[in-house]
């Protein structure tokens, strides 16, 4: 059985205090105290009451403000529980499990595994942005994922979408990484409007074929400017990115605070993934690389309950992972549901 997903509130504000280092920090002492950033997205949800424990499993993107990725998360900073407020009351009471009051949280078990210790391989559709603005910025942008390319692994695979007016699938998905590297300079040149919205959906249609039990998938999307084609609309891309599992991070290269950038920073916030601000094409490389960082460094939670003790069906429920310092919540990320 299955929960079914009313949003994709996915969200964290955290200042951690204790035990977690940044990827490009790990040789240095443990930050004292950071903002992080966590999102992700939910994989497989078994939920059965025949059975005495039902699960669900997370994918989660944990990350400092600036985008670096938190590489030392341990399971015994981790608590996860389902949190909904009884409509009529419960006969169901256990107090190591549901806890009193108006507002009810069965605790789950959960256990962490690594990105490395998965087995997995990365998939990204790289989408970039070649309009009319782009003059003189394309270098750097095309070095960028360049660069992202070399840091490839064997059997890691990827995709190559250039846009502009028209959307142009310059590389199919492929493991090939020599092939990708030349696709990042390939077909290099104006063309014209911005169809952003557009292409993010084709990569994300083009990203459903793969195998998500294989690959840790993305959509990894570039623009300096906001969708001028409406080929697709941000609830198209939200919705398909939501019903397939597949995070859409985002990078802005535009004005702070402007339409287009929101619309960027909501499609990555709702589908799981993160938004990266660039101040400037000289950035790009440095951005990309974190965000490779963040899909090599991701986390597999899954997170056991007790069969018995679950929510009725059609109890609205949230469903919680809080990751914790010595002395306090560190961050928190929640989904909301429906419980069957």
């Given at each position: ?5 009313v ?19 790990v ?22 009451r ?41 006969t169901k009471?256990?107090?190591?499990i ?172 709702e ?46 429920v ?23």
């Amino acid at each position: 059985m299955k929960l079914f997903r009313v949003s994709a509130a996915l969200f964290a504000v955290a200042v951690l205090s204790a035990g977690l280092q940044s990827c490009e920090n790990v040789n240095d002492p443990v930050i004292p105290s950071i903002d992080l950033k966590v999102n992700g997205v939910i994989d497989t949800i078994e939920f059965n009451r025949g059975l005495e424990e039902s699960q669900l499993t997370l994918t989660m993107f944990l990350s400092d403000q600036e985008g670096r990725a938190i590489t030392d998360l341990r399971e015994n900073k981790l608590r996860a529980y389902l949190e909904w407020i009884p409509t009529g009351g419960t006969t169901k009471q256990q107090s190591d499990i549901i806890l009193g009051g108006a507002v009810k949280q069965l605790r789950g078990r959960p256990e962490l595994q690594t990105f490395s210790g998965s087995g997995q391989n990365i998939a990204v559709s790289n989408v970039m942005d070649y309009s009319g603005s782009m003059a003189g910025r394309i270098g750097d942008m095309e070095n960028a994922v360049e660069a992202f390319f070399r840091n490839y692994e064997s059997g890691d695979a990827a995709e190559v979408i250039k846009f502009g007016t028209n959307i142009d699938v310059v590389q199919a998905y492929t493991t090939n990484k020599s092939l990708l590297l030349n696709a990042a300079k390939a077909s290099s040149f104006d063309r014209g409007w911005t169809n952003l919205f557009g292409s993010i959906y084709q990569g994300l249609l083009n990203t459903t074929a793969i195998d998500r039990t294989s690959f840790n998938r993305a959509v990894l999307a570039f623009t300096d400017g906001e969708d001028t084609q409406g080929a697709a609309s941000k609830a198209d891309i939200i919705a398909l990115a939501q019903a397939e599992r597949i995070p859409v991070f985002t990078i802005g290269l535009l004005d702070k605070g402007s339409a287009g950038e929101q619309d960027l920073i909501q499609i990555a916030d709702e589908t799981g993934g993160f938004y990266y601000y660039s101040p400037g094409s000289d950035r790009l490389e440095e951005i990309y690389q974190r965000i490779s960082g963040n899909l090599r460094n991701s986390y597999q939670i899954t997170v056991y309950w007790k069969s018995a003790f679950l929510p009725a069906a059609g109890t609205p429920v949230s469903f919680v992972v809080e990751v914790l310092s010595d002395i306090d919540v560190a961050a928190k990320f929640r989904e909301d549901l429906i419980m069957p």
